[in-house]
């Protein structure tokens, strides 16, 4: 909620200005200060804005930051050096066990185009640790050939994806290592919501189906086989259709009880949602509904009531999704 943004907000401008003076933290509640408004095009609330040497001029967006902590530790990537340089395998051990989750960054030298983009990933990531090195020694030691993004989860690698020279895709990788921060699948609730929508993957998967139910864990099972594949482009989303909190989850995607389990993919930026074609929620059928969305072959799902019996009897014809094509073209 903005109250509780608002809070962490001020708990670490209270931090930073013992550490950074220099930084200025300031609070607009722009619903009377419309040109602020259209000048910063603020569409959503709250917005953060990091506005550098005093300029006006294209302010940082600070997007998804929720926790003071991260708050100081992206500003600090802002204005300081945004990774930890490692010259030794105990200083690389020392970062990927400091935390759940850590980021370190193999290269074979310190001056490419994929450092770059290394550091530019690590300043919109707060919420973990990022080290590089270019010691032959370190890269050894984890058996790194080439330049090499590391994912470690509980001190354990748990993701590598391989850099090259050029400049890579960095809002993907952005998006790939901050869905880290959530399980592989996430169970929806009030609480994992806010969570879910933070991190910046557009297009979400939902299974629906009662987690009490003899198939749950085989189902289940499928499911999150198939996320580790689609991990960072799909995120997987279970709803329980048990829990009657998820109602309004039910309703958006026009889901009743003789359709469970369902499969639905939302794209979250033009809010279209597509059916998973197959009624099985077997490995290959998620598989295929996945991919053939991704290339953007999935048909478009519109949701419809029934033709109701007496659609016809009145001069003025109701119509519903299912008989809209037919009798209007």
């Given at each position: 909620?903005?109250?509780?943004?608002?809070?962490?907000?001020?708990?670490?401008?209270?931090?930073?200005?013992?550490?950074?003076?220099?930084?200025?933290?300031?609070?607009?509640?722009?619903?009377?200060?419309?040109?602020?408004?259209?000048?910063?095009?603020?569409?959503?609330?709250?917005?953060?804005?990091?506005?550098?040497?005093?300029?006006?001029?294209?302010?940082?967006?600070?997007?998804?930051?929720?926790?003071?902590?991260?708050?100081?530790?992206?500003?600090?990537?802002?204005?300081?050096?945004?990774?930890?340089?490692?010259?030794?395998?105990?200083?690389?051990?020392?970062?990927?066990?400091?935390?759940?989750?850590?980021?370190?960054?193999?290269?074979?030298?310190?001056?490419?185009?994929?450092?770059?983009?290394?550091?530019?990933?690590?300043?919109?990531?707060?919420?973990?640790?990022?080290?590089?090195?270019?010691?032959?020694?370190?890269?050894?030691?984890?058996?790194?050939?080439?330049?090499?993004?590391?994912?470690?989860?509980?001190?354990?690698?748990?993701?590598?994806?391989?850099?090259?020279?050029?400049?890579?895709?960095?809002?993907?990788l952005t998006r790939l290592i901050k869905t880290f921060t959530l399980d592989l699948v996430t169970e929806y609730n009030l609480e994992?919501?806010?969570?879910?929508?933070?991190?910046?993957?557009?297009?979400?998967?939902?299974?629906?189906?009662?987690?009490?139910?003899?198939?749950?864990?085989?189902?289940?099972?499928?499911?999150?086989?198939?996320?580790?594949?689609?991990?960072?482009?799909?995120?997987?989303?279970?709803?329980?259709?048990?829990?009657?909190?998820?109602?309004?989850?039910?309703?958006?995607?026009?889901?009743?009880?003789?359709?469970?389990?369902?499969?639905?993919?939302?794209?979250?930026?033009?809010?279209?949602?597509?059916?998973?074609?197959?009624?099985?929620?077997?490995?290959?059928?998620?598989?295929?509904?996945?991919?053939?969305?991704?290339?953007?072959?999935?048909?478009?799902?519109?949701?419809?009531?029934?033709?109701?019996?007496?659609?016809?009897?009145?001069?003025?014809?109701?119509?519903?999704?299912?008989?809209?094509?037919?009798?209007?073209?």
């Amino acid at each position: 909620s903005s109250q509780n943004l608002s809070e962490e907000f001020a708990k670490a401008a209270r931090q930073l200005k013992k550490e950074a003076p220099r930084i200025q933290f300031g609070k607009i509640d722009v619903t009377h200060q419309h040109d602020l408004r259209k000048e910063f095009n603020i569409r959503e609330f709250p917005t953060v804005k990091f506005f550098v040497d005093g300029s006006r001029e294209d302010p940082i967006d600070c997007k998804g930051v929720r926790q003071a902590s991260a708050f100081i530790t992206w500003v600090k990537r802002r204005t300081g050096p945004s990774t930890v340089l490692i010259n030794s395998t105990e200083q690389a051990e020392a970062i990927i066990h400091a935390d759940d989750l850590a980021v370190i960054g193999f290269f074979k030298e310190l001056h490419n185009a994929s450092v770059e983009d290394f550091c530019e990933i690590a300043r919109d990531v707060p919420e973990m640790p990022f080290g590089m090195t270019a010691s032959e020694d370190v890269c050894a030691t984890y058996g790194i050939q080439k330049n090499t993004l590391v994912v470690f989860k509980k001190g354990k690698p748990v993701h590598n994806e391989v850099l090259g020279d050029g400049r890579g895709n960095k809002l993907d990788l952005t998006r790939l290592i901050k869905t880290f921060t959530l399980d592989l699948v996430t169970e929806y609730n009030l609480e994992t919501s806010v969570k879910i929508f933070d991190v910046p993957v557009e297009n979400h998967i939902l299974l629906f189906t009662p987690k009490n139910s003899a198939t749950f864990n085989a189902i289940y099972d499928n499911y999150k086989s198939v996320a580790a594949e689609f991990r960072g482009k799909i995120m997987f989303v279970l709803v329980d259709t048990n829990e009657t909190r998820n109602g309004r989850v039910f309703e958006y995607f026009r889901i009743r009880e003789v359709d469970v389990p369902a499969v639905r993919i939302l794209n979250l930026t033009s809010d279209t949602k597509y059916k998973m074609p197959a009624d099985e929620v077997t490995v290959k059928n998620l598989k295929e509904f996945c991919q053939s969305y991704l290339n953007g072959k999935a048909k478009l799902h519109l949701s419809s009531e029934e033709i109701p019996e007496d659609w016809d009897k009145m001069p003025v014809k109701v119509l519903v999704g299912k008989n809209f094509n037919r009798i209007v073209f």
